[in-house]
């Protein structure tokens, strides 16, 4: 009986996956953190040994980025108000990414605004053949009363 494993309330199965992954996992946390330390350590490294004039050219490059963004928008915001004031549209409303988006838009904002006209009958102004049923006399009599006999 030397060549039987031992049970731990489970048999074991060929080819049964036996590996520890909670251990297996907190030993890849503490390698990240490790890791993690070490970039650091490096980047602050890699910042000390700049010089100034590196320095300088990465700080003028971003700020030429966010100038470069702050145009875009305000040539957007631009754009936009022109197309409200042409359409008649809320710029609030207008989204777009140029100018012919924004019109098309509008465009369509506006169409969809527009009131319609009244509602179709198919005959304006006669009544039902079941509006005769004296149930509704006394408001015939104040209408006739109001905008005359009606001759």
């Known amino acids: 009986m030397a060549d039987e494993p031992e049970e731990k309330g489970k048999p074991e199965e060929e080819g049964a996956d036996t590996t520890d992954w909670k251990a ?10 490790e890791n993690a330390d070490k970039a650091k350590a490096y980047d602050e ?12 050219q990465e700080k003028a490059k971003r700020a030429e980025d966010e100038l470069a963004e702050l145009k875009a928008k305000a040539e957007l915001a631009e754009t936009r108000a022109r197309v409200a004031k042409e359409s008649g549209v809320p710029a609030e409303l207008i989204f777009g990414a140029d100018e012919g988006e924004m019109e098309a838009n509008a465009k369509a904002l506006a169409a969809w605004g527009k009131p ?3 509602p179709r009958t198919h005959k304006p102004g006669s009544f039902s053949a079941d509006a005769g049923d004296g149930r509704d006399a006394a408001k015939r009599e104040l209408a006739r009363q109001l905008f005359g006999s009606g001759e």
């Open 24 to 33: 297996m996992a907190r030993k890849w946390e503490a390698r990240s953190k």
């Open 45 to 56: 490294l890699q910042e000390q040994s700049k010089s100034e004039l590196q320095k300088a």
């Open 116 to 118: 319609s006209s009244a």
